[in-house]
C-alpha cells in the first residue's frame, strides 16, 4: 500500500495554469504507474494522464492532450500535473492513484488498488 496525497488545487481564472501534486509515502512512487484521474460534479470519474513506472511512457485523455503535462519528482517521491490553459470545463476534484498498468489502461481507474488512491483536490475553473 502507498500513501497519497494530493495539493495544489484552487480557484483560477480560465486561461490560467496551476501544478497539482501528487506526493507519496510509504513507497518509492518511481516503482509505480502514477494516474491523475477527475471527477466534476454529477459526473464520473475519468482519467486524465498517466506515467508509467521507471520512466515509462505518458498518456493523456484527448481532453488535455496539449495543455496538461504529467511529470516526475524522484527526490521529493512525487508525480506533478500541470495544466495551463485551463478552461471551466476542468472544475473537478482530481485524484492521484498509484498502480501497475504499463499500457494506457493507466488511464482507466480499475487498474489502480483501492487502497493507492488520495483524497483529491478541488480545482475550480471560473471568471
Known amino acids: 500500500q502507498v500513501q497519497l496525497v494530493e495539493s495544489g488545487g484552487d480557484l483560477v481564472q480560465p486561461g490560467g495554469s496551476l501544478r497539482l501534486s501528487c506526493t507519496a509515502s510509504?513507497?518509492?512512487?518511481?516503482?509505480?504507474?502514477v494516474g491523475w484521474f477527475r471527477q466534476a460534479p454529477g459526473e464520473q470519474r475519468e482519467g486524465v494522464s498517466c506515467?508509467?513506472?521507471?520512466?515509462?511512457?505518458?498518456y493523456y485523455a484527448d481532453s488535455v492532450a496539449g495543455r496538461f503535462s504529467i511529470s516526475r519528482d524522484n527526490d521529493n517521491n512525487a508525480v506533478y500535473l500541470q495544466m495551463d490553459n485551463l478552461r471551466p470545463q476542468d472544475t473537478a476534484v482530481y485524484y492521484c492513484a498509484a498502480g501497475g498498468a504499463t499500457t494506457n489502461n493507466c488511464l482507466l481507474e480499475r487498474y489502480y488498488p483501492k487502497d493507492n488512491w488520495g483524497k483529491g483536490t478541488l480545482v475550480t475553473v471560473s471568471s
Open positions: 506515467i508509467l513506472g521507471r520512466g515509462g511512457r505518458l
Open positions: 510509504g513507497r518509492t512512487l518511481d516503482y509505480y504507474t
